[in-house]
C-alpha cells in the first residue's frame, strides 16, 4: 500500500475544501486534497452553479413565449417559442465543465496534491483512499472535513423512479409535463419556478402556512405574487403522505382531508443533511450538535488538530460561507492569528424576484433588546426598476435608533442579489445611516433604492 505524509489533509474539494487547499498551497503549505467525485463539490457541480444556470436559460424561454403569445408591453412579438432541452443541457453542463475544470487549475497552480477517490477515515490523523482499486494512506499533521451535505430524504418518499432530488433535476433529458415539488424552501421555489417558466405544471407542496417559511412576509410577498402570475399551484399547511397506488402522483394531507396530485415527476426539497457520520468518521472522537460536527471560533473540532468546515458545520449552509472557513483555517495553520469574527453572511434566494438578507431582522434586532428604527424604499419608485419592467419589491434598513448603526438589511426585486456585497460591507464595517445616505449612489441603478431607504430611516426620503 503506497502512503503518503502531509502538513495538511482535506476532506472534501466543495467550495470550502477547495478554498483552503489553494490558500494552504498559497501560504506553502504541503496540502493533500481528496474528492470522491469532481473538485467543486455540490455547489459547482449539482447545486449553485448549475441551478443558477438553469434558471437564466428558463427566464430566456419564458420571454420568448411572453412575446409569442402578444401583449408584450414592449411592442415585442415573436413566432412560437421551442427549446431544444438536450441543447438547454448540454450548455449548462459546458458552464460546469469550464469552472470545474478552472477549479483544478487553481489547485494545481497551488501545489495542491489531489486524490480523486473514496476516502475512510482512519483516526485523526489520517484516511485510506481508494482510487480505481487501488488504496492510499495519508498521513498527515493536521486534517479537515469539509464533506458537505446532500438532500434530505423523505423515508415515505425515497429518492428512485419519479421521485428526484435537486441533483436529479438539474439533469433531466425533458421537461417533466406536471411537476410536484416538495418543500417551499429556497431551493425548492427556485427550480419549481424555472420549470413553470420551462413550460411544466408545477404544484409546491408546504407543510408550513406561507412559501419560504424563514423569511419575512413582505419579502415573501413578491414571489408568491409572481408564483401565481406562472400558474403554479400552492397547497400550504399541506404535508406529503407518499405516491399514489398507481405510482403516478403524491398523496397529500391538509385540514380537508386527503388527495391526490398527478405528476410525471416528485422533487424532494425539503432541506440538506450533513456528510458527518460516513466513511469511518465514527473512529473520531467528535463532538456533534445533532448531525453537525462541533467547532469552536477556528473552526477546530473537540479532536487536537482536526478541523471541520462548511454545511457539516451547521446553518447557514452556504458556499460563501464554507469558502471564508476554509481559508481562515489554511491561514491558522498556516500561523497566522485568526479567529471567526464575521458578524454579516448574506443569503440570496435566486426566486423570481430574488430575495436577499444580511444581518439582523426586525425580529432578532428587538429580541437582542435593541430599539430600532427601520426605512424602506419601493422599487415603483426606482428608475431601473421601472425600466426593465419590473418594479415589484424594496429595499428595507434596520437601524438602532439611538446611533443609527446599521443592523441589518433586506430586500425583494429583480436581480437584487447584486446589492447583497454592498449590504454586507455596510455591515460589516458598522456603517450607520448618514454614512451611507452621504454617499453618492450612481443613477439610474437598483442601488439607489438603498441610499432611498437609509433617507427614508432618517426621516427625509426625496422620491416618495
Not at 492510499?136 to 493536521?142: D, F, G, L, S, Y
Request: net charge negative; charged share 20%.
Amino acid at each position: 500500500m503506497e502512503e503518503l505524509r502531509c502538513k495538511l489533509l482535506i476532506l472534501g474539494a466543495g467550495p470550502g475544501g477547495y478554498v483552503c487547499a489553494i490558500r494552504a498551497g498559497q501560504l506553502g503549505i504541503d496540502t493533500v486534497l481528496v474528492e470522491s467525485e469532481n473538485h467543486g463539490g455540490t455547489c459547482l457541480n449539482v447545486g449553485c452553479i448549475p441551478s443558477k444556470a438553469m434558471i437564466h436559460a428558463a427566464e430566456k424561454f419564458h420571454e420568448l413565449t411572453s412575446a409569442a403569445v402578444g401583449g408584450d408591453p414592449l411592442g415585442l412579438s415573436a413566432t412560437a417559442a421551442a427549446i431544444d432541452f438536450s441543447k438547454t443541457q448540454t450548455w449548462k453542463n459546458g458552464v460546469v465543465t469550464r469552472l470545474t475544470k478552472g477549479v483544478t487549475g487553481l489547485l494545481k497552480k497551488a501545489g495542491v496534491r489531489t486524490l480523486l477517490g473514496r476516502a475512510q477515515f482512519l483516526d485523526g490523523k489520517g484516511v485510506e483512499v481508494t482510487v480505481d482499486g487501488t488504496t492510499t494512506r495519508v498521513r498527515a499533521e493536521h486534517m479537515v472535513i469539509a464533506t458537505g451535505a446532500r438532500p434530505t430524504e423523505l423515508s415515505m418518499l425515497p429518492f428512485d423512479g419519479p421521485v428526484i432530488s435537486s441533483t436529479e433535476a438539474l439533469a433531466l433529458d425533458q421537461v417533466p409535463g406536471r411537476l410536484v415539488v416538495i418543500g417551499a424552501g429556497y431551493i425548492g421555489l427556485e427550480l419549481g419556478m424555472a420549470y413553470a417558466k420551462l413550460g411544466s405544471h408545477v404544484t409546491v407542496v408546504e407543510a408550513a402556512d406561507q412559501i419560504l417559511p424563514a423569511y419575512h412576509k413582505d419579502l415573501v410577498a413578491p414571489v408568491a405574487k409572481r408564483m401565481q402570475a406562472l400558474g403554479i399551484e400552492t397547497r400550504l399547511s399541506c404535508k406529503a403522505q407518499g405516491l399514489t397506488a398507481d405510482g403516478a402522483g403524491l398523496t397529500v394531507e391538509d385540514a380537508s382531508g386527503t388527495a391526490e396530485i398527478q405528476a410525471d415527476k416528485i422533487l424532494v426539497a425539503v432541506g440538506r443533511t450533513p456528510i458527518s457520520r460516513e466513511a469511518g468518521l465514527e473512529r473520531l472522537a467528535l463532538d456533534y450538535d445533532g448531525d453537525f460536527i462541533r467547532i469552536d471560533d477556528t473552526c477546530l473540532t473537540s479532536m487536537r488538530g482536526v478541523y471541520a468546515i462548511g454545511d457539516v458545520t451547521g446553518e447557514p449552509m452556504l458556499a460563501h460561507r464554507a469558502m471564508a472557513q476554509g481559508e481562515m483555517v489554511a491561514e491558522i495553520i498556516g500561523s497566522h492569528t485568526r479567529v471567526w469574527d464575521r458578524y454579516c453572511i448574506p443569503a440570496v434566494c435566486f426566486t423570481d424576484p430574488e430575495i436577499v438578507t444580511a444581518g439582523l431582522s426586525e425580529t432578532e434586532a428587538k429580541a437582542q433588546g435593541h430599539e430600532i428604527k427601520t426605512g424602506r424604499f419601493p422599487l415603483l419608485a426606482n428608475g431601473q426598476s421601472l425600466a426593465h419592467g419590473r418594479e415589484d419589491g424594496f429595499v428595507r434598513v434596520i437601524a438602532r435608533a439611538d446611533n443609527g448603526l446599521i443592523l441589518g438589511l433586506e430586500a425583494v426585486g429583480q436581480n437584487i442579489s447584486e446589492l447583497s456585497s454592498a449590504f454586507a460591507l455596510a455591515i460589516e464595517n458598522a456603517l450607520r445611516l448618514e454614512d451611507v445616505a452621504g454617499t453618492i449612489h450612481a443613477h439610474p441603478t437598483r442601488g439607489e433604492a438603498v441610499h432611498e431607504a437609509m433617507l427614508d430611516a432618517l426621516g427625509h426620503t426625496l422620491h416618495i
